[in-house]
């Protein structure tokens, strides 16, 4: 699974393979957390403050608390051993960003889709971008505080997904939690391809 590249001396030095997963969803769904929580480097962040000129474009439904955004990408990386690493790319959640979603996806494994049951809506633009784009994708549902809960069969209906699609709840805010659900994408990555699912 991994590589050898040869330094200056000619001795062989081993690079784990490195694969590429984004984090998408909408507008304050958890993104810059999860990648926050799961990165074992310090995350690359593109967060602004909000401000009054964003008012017009910028629905903070459910969100009132939020007062920064993403504008370009959140970064992160994660070992899960000496010969894989998995690089995790945040997008950007609202419609003004998605010029960099192209460029963002090229050449990523797949995707974990964020939900906000008190945005669910918000889910439909990610969902639609890969399953037009055949990317394999995985619905994690982050259950805020103090949201109210739903069953899965019923976010399932209410996002119209495929039955083979992962539906899974998480917290964004806790790096076992997020692990699951990369998890969950990686098997379900593997059985698409028909190739066996790697042992938790």
């Not at 926050?36 to 962040?45: I, N, T, Y």
């Not at 009132?64 to 690493?85: C, H, P, W, Y």
């Amino acid at each position: 699974m991994d590589s050898v590249r040869y330094d200056r001396t000619g001795a062989g030095v081993r690079v784990p393979l490195a694969l590429k997963i984004l984090v998408a969803g909408g507008f304050g769904a958890g993104k810059t957390t999860l990648v926050s929580a799961l990165s074992e480097v310090r995350p690359l962040q593109t967060e602004e403050i909000l401000t009054g000129a964003g008012a017009d474009t910028d629905d903070l439904s459910g969100v009132e608390g939020k007062s920064t955004t993403t504008v370009a990408m959140d970064f992160g990386r994660i070992t899960i051993n000496d010969d894989l690493q998995l690089y995790l790319f945040g997008t950007p959640g609202q419609d003004r960003f998605w010029f960099l979603w192209d460029e963002l996806a090229f050449g990523a494994l797949g995707a974990v889709v964020l939900a906000d049951t008190r945005r669910l809506a918000d889910s439909f633009p990610s969902i639609d971008y890969f399953e037009q784009r055949g990317i394999p994708f995985v619905v994690g549902v982050n259950c805020f505080d103090g949201s109210r809960r739903f069953d899965l069969p019923t976010v399932r209906r209410a996002l119209d997904l495929d039955p083979e699609v992962p539906l899974v709840l998480c917290d964004a805010r806790d790096r076992q939690s997020g692990k699951l659900v990369l998890i969950s994408l990686v098997e379900h990555v593997a059985r698409q391809r028909g190739e066996p699912v790697p042992a938790a």
